[in-house]
């Protein structure tokens, strides 16, 4: 670790022996991890290993079979809302209304969490090339543009930990260079990320990557 | 979460809803058109005997205001649980049933409220003497909000099914009873003159029980729902 984040207040992510099971069957058993400010857990696997729904218990929309989440030291079901307030989920389905303009959809998704003060929502639409197109129906942009609208949506909230499944969908290869320094400027300011990809991350050196396979378990 | 930003982001929600029906409004309508077309369908196949039309006039209007609100129902959370919008509101720094309270509002000023300014038409058109009138209205503006609330629950159990219609009037249906039988009944006792005030009491009661308790059933259907 540098010098500039070890003074920085680390938070931690842990989880102890988590189970899932579906329709009868073990997806994962007996999963464990620990993630801190600046690092990002990196789920592999095959299709249906489990990944989405790690993720969806890892944000609590799903409850394990078995097992805990603590944030803090604080388990995140006795926490709810207050857990919520540190998370942003990106999931398959990018959350956007489609009769909505960009930049009303990233006013309601600031409104729901903890809203960032540092950045305005032009500047997020900005940072993730949708500059221009605030006002066009969200109807009217391209796959590949909805998926940076939702990423945007992590821009304006002050959440510490990203949930990430699969967020380079119909993106461009420019397009995913541009996210993942996004994210890399996300988890250097000191957040975490927990995310999905069958994209070959490119992350520079410097970040710590915590990677599970839940294939080879 | 402090409280301004619980009720910005209540006031938020609502008129994030509002603008949305306003973009969708030939969709709108529709609740309100099916309740003035069923309406006007029975003097048409009970026939003139204005007696007669008089005696059913507040069950069919109130029926069919059960009905429109069971059709309208479905779109409170289908489109937000089809494109994500769901997930994120169970994962808001916020209490879920203050975000479904601000749902459940819109959708009632969408759907509900036409209902009550189009009812004085179509009681006229039933016989309902000017005099029962006002209480028509008063039970309507009690009684529907309540059919809004109690269909929430329902609605938010059945959203994660690709057909949930059937299901969905099965389980809601049963609980609009009391609402049709109290409403039905003031109405008909204002025809004949006598106070309304118990069956107005228990409406009210209806819409607070139901204010308070429907909001958290909802958050917690919609929690099994997407789980």
């Known amino acids: 670790m540098t010098a500039a984040s070890s003074t920085r207040t680390t938070t931690t992510f842990e989880a102890k022996s988590l189970a899932c099971i579906r329709d009868d069957r073990v997806l994962f058993e007996d999963l464990g991890f620990t993630i801190t400010s600046g690092q990002a857990l990196v789920l592999e696997g095959r299709n249906g290993s489990g990944k989405t729904s790690l993720l969806r218990i890892l944000c609590g929309i799903r409850l394990p079979e078995s097992g805990e989440l603590f944030w803090e030291g604080d388990s995140i079901f006795r926490l709810g809302p207050e857990f919520h307030e540190h998370m942003a989920y990106l999931g398959h389905k990018d959350g956007s209304k489609l009769d909505l303009t960009p930049l009303e959809n990233l006013r309601i998704a600031r409104g729901l969490g903890k809203a960032r003060a540092d950045i305005g929502l032009e500047e997020a639409l900005d940072q993730v090339g949708l500059y221009g197109f605030e006002d066009v129906p969200t109807r009217n942009l391209s796959a590949g543009q909805q998926r940076r609208l939702a990423i945007a949506r992590l821009l304006v909230t002050d959440a510490k930990l990203w949930i990430l499944d699969e967020p380079f969908t119909s993106l461009d290869r420019k397009g995913i260079e541009h996210m993942e320094r996004l994210f890399e400027g996300h988890l250097n300011r000191g957040g975490m990320a927990a995310m999905t990809t069958h994209h070959r991350i490119g992350f520079k050196d410097d970040v710590q990557l915590v990677r599970i396979n839940l294939s080879e378990r | ?227």
């Open chain 2, 1 to 227: 979460m402090s409280t301004l930003s619980l009720t910005s982001a209540f006031s938020m929600l609502l008129k994030r809803d509002l603008v949305l029906a306003y973009r969708r409004r030939a969709e709108m309508v529709n609740p309100m058109l099916f309740f003035v077309l069923v309406t006007a369908m029975f003097p048409l196949g009970i026939g003139n005997d204005p007696k007669l039309i008089e005696a059913v006039g507040p069950g069919v209007i109130w029926v069919a205001a059960l009905l429109a609100a069971l059709l309208s129902l479905d779109s409170m959370f289908r489109s937000d649980f089809d494109d994500g919008s769901l997930e994120q509101f169970m994962l808001s720094a916020h209490p879920v049933s203050i975000l479904v309270l601000a749902k459940v509002l819109a959708h009632w000023l969408v759907t509900g409220l036409p209902l009550f300014i189009v009812a004085p038409l179509l009681a006229v058109l039933l016989n309902i003497p000017a005099s029962a009138i006002p209480t028509l209205m008063l039970t309507l503006v009690l009684g529907t909000p309540v059919l809004s609330l109690i269909g929430s629950v329902g609605v938010a159990l059945t959203v994660g099914l690709r057909r949930g219609g059937v299901i969905l009037s099965l389980l809601v249906l049963p609980l609009y009873v009391p609402v049709l039988i109290f409403a039905t009944d003031a109405v008909k006792t204002a025809i004949v003159g006598i106070p309304t005030t118990a069956q107005l009491s228990i409406l009210s009661a209806m819409l607070v029980g139901s204010l308070v308790l429907a909001p958290v059933a909802t958050a917690a259907s919609l929690r099994i729902s997407l789980s």
